[in-house]
């Protein structure tokens, strides 16, 4: 292994899927007999302080990192093999895909240190991952070389091969926009018509007699249940391409079983989820755009305030769109949200309403704010407490405490009294007797 190679620090490793439990103290206890140590940090998450499952690991000698690298990867850690690579601060590197290949089809079997055995023969590798969830290996990875040629060789050599009897792919790894272009070029060619809701009284036979006067088909297949009856959709596949859009044209909307079927290009389950992720994504950055500024959040509201008692509140300050309060089985949660027809009349509204007694409560009124721009600022404000904490090295103590130096002697008690210890690491401060005189106080710094 080259530990000069361009792109990273000489002596710092990155080491990944470590257990949630595993700490500084573990890693240095097992990395500190490859050599000196200069630092290690798991990285945490900012809120929870919970591991993210990786760390880094600076060693003093480039040497020492290499033969923890040689010799440490995929050792187990409280039940899990980790992964230690070079560590690729250069994010230009790592988007770049120089390098980088891209495996399926492989056996469960197959993990992180069965792929890093197999290809290293071809070069220095970067970085080699075999994508897994909570079932295994879902049969795909990932392999990083220091060098395009060693890429190359791995696919030449590779792609196509068995692994455990099971024959891989072995290819260049390409960027999701790169594949999403792919498959709209694909689309443009599509030859495969999904039809659904032509019910149960259907065959490949009947199916195949419907379609088969726009074009030449290959394969027809009505999709059945345990029983054998249709589930109401099938597949229909075209010799031609413009065959299979004259299919889509043509039946799409018409009726087969007097049932009206939706008629069109076949997709691939991944390219399905990305269609609809991007429509809910439109649909809600629209949402956003259209109440941004104008919806207001109200709580502190009194039980008996209805939708419409809430709408009459508002209504002096403008036009309202919508009113609402939020139920649970028909009783009020105490808050609610006000929609203006204007950013205008919603801050006019603040202005005026929060804080006013409606029904013998004080509302809160504020402009709603979506669920990332509450945590984001509950976050902020967490870290800034945090930081003031730290501040101070001490406790803080408050000003009803007195002054240490005007304690009075304390009174012996009877050596039978049981004695209680504070599980606090802060020593305790001992409470001023009722009959002390001295009045003077100091407040709290």
Known sequence: MNASGPGYPLASLYVGDLHRDVTEAMLYEKFSPAGSIMSIRVCRDVS??????YAYINFQQPADAERALDTMNFEV??????????????????????????????????????????FSTFGNILSCKVVCD?????????VHFETHEAANKAIDTMNGMLLN??????????SRREREAEYGAKAMEFTNVYIKNFGEDMTDERLQEIFSKFGKTLSVKVMLDNTGRSKGFGFVN??????????????????????????????KRMERQNELKR????????????????????KNLDDGIDDEHLRKEFSPYGTITSAKVMTDGGHSKGFGFVCFSSPEEATKAVTEMNGRIVSTKPLYVALAQRKEERKAILTNQYMQRLATMRTFPGPLLCS???STSYFMPSIPQPQTRAT?????????????????????????I
């Open 77 to 118: 850690i409280k039940g899990r093999p980790i992964r230690i690579m070079w560590s690729q601060r250069d994010p230009g590197l790592r988007k770049s895909g120089v390098g980088n290949i891209f495996i399926k089809n492989l056996d469960d079997s197959i993990d992180n240190k069965a792929l890093y055995d197999t």
């Open 420 to 444: 209680f210890y504070s599980p606090s690491p802060v020593a305790p401060v001992r409470p001023a007797p009722r009959w002390n005189t001295q009045s003077s106080r100091h407040p709290c």
């Open 48 to 53: 929870t302080r919970r591991s993210l499952g």
């Open 238 to 267: 075209f010799e031609k391409h413009q065959d299979a859009q004259k299919a889509v044209e043509q039946m799409d909307g018409s009726e087969i079983n007097d049932r009206t079927v939706f008629v069109g290009r076949a997709q």
């Open 279 to 298: 429509k809910f994504e439109q649909i809600k950055q629209e949402r956003i755009n259209r109440y941004q500024g104008v919806n207001l959040y109200v």
């Open 165 to 174: 009897d099971r024959k891989v792919f072995v290819g260049h790894f390409k």
């Open 134 to 142: 909570e079932n295994g290996s879902r049969g795909y990875g990932f």
């Open 400 to 402: 009803f405490q007195p």
